[in-house]
C-alpha cells in the first residue's frame, strides 16, 4: 500500500549541509505523518524529525536548529535539510511514514530502505 524511496545520502565533510529526499507512492492511503529516523552502527533506531499533514513538526535534540524537515503533501513527499553536519550524524536515514488504509481505522507505520549519511572530519 506505501512504498518509500529515499534519496539524497551521501558522503559530506563536518559542517556541510545535505538534503534528504523521501518519495511516497501509496494506493487508498492517507499519510498522516512522515518523517526521518537514523539508525548509526551499535546503535538503535532513533528518531531525527517527524511532521504530520497539518503542519506540527518534532525534531530530535541533537538535531535542533541543524536541522529542518519539511514536507509536499500533494507530492506525498518529505525533505530534509541538513546543516552543520557532525560526524555523530553518520548513520542509515530512513524515511517513515505512518496513516491508514481508506477502509480501515487502524494507522500502520511504513519504512524506506535507507539511504547512508556519511560525514567525515
Known amino acids: 500500500q506505501v512504498q518509500l524511496v529515499e534519496s539524497g545520502g551521501g558522503l559530506v565533510q563536518a559542517g556541510g549541509s545535505l538534503t534528504l529526499s523521501c518519495a511516497a507512492s501509496v494506493r487508498a492511503f492517507s499519510i498522516n505523518s512522515m518523517g526521518w529516523y537514523r539508525q548509526a552502527p551499535r546503535n538503535a533506531r532513533e528518531l531525527v524529525a517527524t511532521?504530520?499533514?497539518?503542519?506540527?513538526?518534532n525534531y530530535a535534540d541533537s538535531v535542533k536548529g541543524r536541522c529542518t524537515i519539511s514536507r509536499d503533501n500533494a507530492k506525498n513527499m518529505v525533505y530534509l535539510q541538513m546543516n552543520d553536519l557532525k560526524r555523530e550524524d553518520t548513520a542509515v536515514y530512513y524515511c517513515?511514514?505512518?496513516?491508514?488504509?481508506?477502509?480501515?481505522?487502524?494507522?500502520?507505520?511504513?519504512w524506506g530502505q535507507g539511504t547512508q549519511v556519511t560525514v567525515s572530519s
Open positions: 517513515y511514514a505512518r496513516g491508514r488504509n481508506w477502509f480501515a481505522a487502524e494507522e500502520l507505520d511504513y
Open positions: 511532521a504530520t499533514s497539518s503542519g506540527s513538526t
